[in-house]
């Protein structure tokens, strides 16, 4: 069984791409072995417990929504105690199409989590971002309570952040001694 299980939802295939590129990342790092990519629309639910850590990529549609996939299964991922898990989130947004909910499905996503047990790693930092308001904000508004991404308006940045938070979260999670020098 694979150490880290990714899970995503994607109507548009940008956060499947996205969940792709994570993988290539932690293989690079960690083996080919060591990560398996999940569509959470093709799978149960209860599968996110066969791993102790857990990457989950969410999109927010519209004006704060969640995208279909993660909307279908929410009922249910309410219920799964997730204690000794390590979970970190990455969220698909548009903060110019929609400043006032920007990332407000990776929010939820994380308060959820963390109301059943997880500990959230990959907080990211809100420099770079213009936005309004975001249900994705850590309690002190300093961060995102993971990574923030906009493939609207900032798909030139995206390499790079991906690359440095992949790095960040192996650390946080334990599996990496310490991150490479950027």
């Known amino acids: 069984m694979s150490k880290i299980g990714l899970f995503y939802g994607s109507s548009t295939s940008n956060t499947e791409y996205i969940a792709d590129e994570i993988r290539d990342l932690i293989e690079s790092h960690l083996g080919s072995s060591s ?8 799978s149960d639910i209860n599968a996110l417990l066969d791993y102790d850590y857990l990457i989950l990529g969410i999109p927010t549609w519209d004006i704060g929504e969640l995208q279909v996939d993660w909307d279908i299964k929410w009922d249910a991922l309410e219920s799964l105690n997730l204690h000794g898990h390590k979970v970190a989130i990455f969220g698909l947004s548009d903060q110019y199409g929609y400043p006032t909910t920007f990332q407000d499905a990776m929010g939820m996503l994380a308060e959820t989590v963390l109301a059943n047990g997880a500990e959230l790693c990959g907080f990211w930092k809100v420099e770079g971002y213009e936005f309004e308001d975001s249900l994705g904000l850590s309690l002190d508004g300093t961060a995102f309570m993971g990574l923030a991404l906009d493939e609207d308006n900032q ?6 952040r991906l690359q440095v938070w992949t790095n960040q979260v192996l650390v946080e999670f334990g599996l990496l001694e310490k991150a490479p020098a950027q």
């Open 35 to 42: 990560i398996e990519v999940i569509n959470i629309g093709n």
């Open 155 to 160: 798909h030139e940045l995206t390499p790079q």
